[in-house]
T-cell receptor, first 115, second 111 residues
Framework: NAGVTQTPKFQVLKTGQSMTLQCAQDMNHEYMSWYRQDPGMGLRLIHYSVGAGITDQGEVPNGYNVSRSTTEDFPLRLLSAAPSQTSVYFC??????????????FGNGTRLTVT | KNEVEQSPQNLTAQEGEFITINCSYSVGISALHWLQQHPGGGIVSLFMLSSGKKKHGRLIATINIQEKHSSLHITASHPRDSAVYICAPGYSGGGADGLTFGKGTHLIIQP
């Protein structure tokens, strides 16, 4: 099993550009999520999904869109990139939406710089 | 929202030393996660525990639910243990309220 696969690993965007961060998992997990990691802060939840066709906002959703058309894939779209979105992004999945007591499996991260 | 405090924020130690990283939180939880992140790398789940103690190799995690406190210990530390260690108290509800992440403890083990 590949686990959680994120692409790309690095990306540089200009302000106003759009892009999609890809995330795929092969563990048949129902729960998938996107986090951003910024210096001096803990991981913050952007969006999450408890199953195909179901998505919801996390703590910092503004400027991001998600969709979940299949169990395996959960792409994160930046609609119009801003320098404030410079961060490291992690996709994660879990077999249960009760993330408080089920292990999370993380991708390797995407380091995004917006100039 | 759960307030999570990790200490120390930074720790440099010599190879072979016994390491302790602490995590305190403010609200009752269903379980607590310990995660490891190597420089430039992904995040790996080390432990999930709701009571007592768990051990995996040289790593030991303990939790005291009544005192809202958890510790991660590393015995016979090695340079490959150098990483950021993150605690994340969790609730059974999931979603936006499921996990709160600490800011991490940056550990460097010198040979």
């Amino acid at each position: 099993n590949a686990g959680v696969t994120q692409t790309p690993k690095f990306q540089v965007l200009k302000t106003g550009q759009s892009m999609t961060l890809q995330c795929a998992q092969d563990m048949n997990h129902e729960y998938m999520s996107w986090y951003r990691q910024d210096p001096g802060m803990g991981l913050r939840l952007i969006h999450y999904s408890v199953g195909a066709g179901i998505t919801d906002q996390g703590e910092v959703p503004n400027g991001y869109n998600v969709s979940r058309s299949t169990t395996e894939d959960f792409p994160l779209r930046l609609l119009s990139a801003a320098p404030s979105q410079t961060s490291v992004y992690f996709c994660a999945s879990s077999y249960s939406q009760a993330t408080g007591n089920s292990p999370l499996h993380f991708g390797n991260g995407t380091r995004l710089t917006v100039t | 929202k759960n307030e999570v405090e990790q200490s120390p924020q930074n720790l440099t130690a010599q190879e072979g030393e016994f390491i302790t990283i602490n995590c305190s939180y403010s609200v009752g939880i269903s379980a607590l996660h310990w995660l490891q992140q190597h420089p430039g790398g992904g995040i790996v789940s080390l432990f999930m525990l709701s009571s007592g103690k768990k051990k995996h190799g040289r790593l030991i995690a303990t939790i005291n639910i009544q005192e809202k406190h958890s510790s991660l210990h590393i015995t016979a530390s090695h340079p490959r243990d150098s990483a950021v260690y993150i605690c994340a108290p969790g609730y059974s509800g999931g979603g936006a309220d499921g996990l709160t992440f600490g800011k991490g403890t940056h550990l460097i083990i010198q040979p």
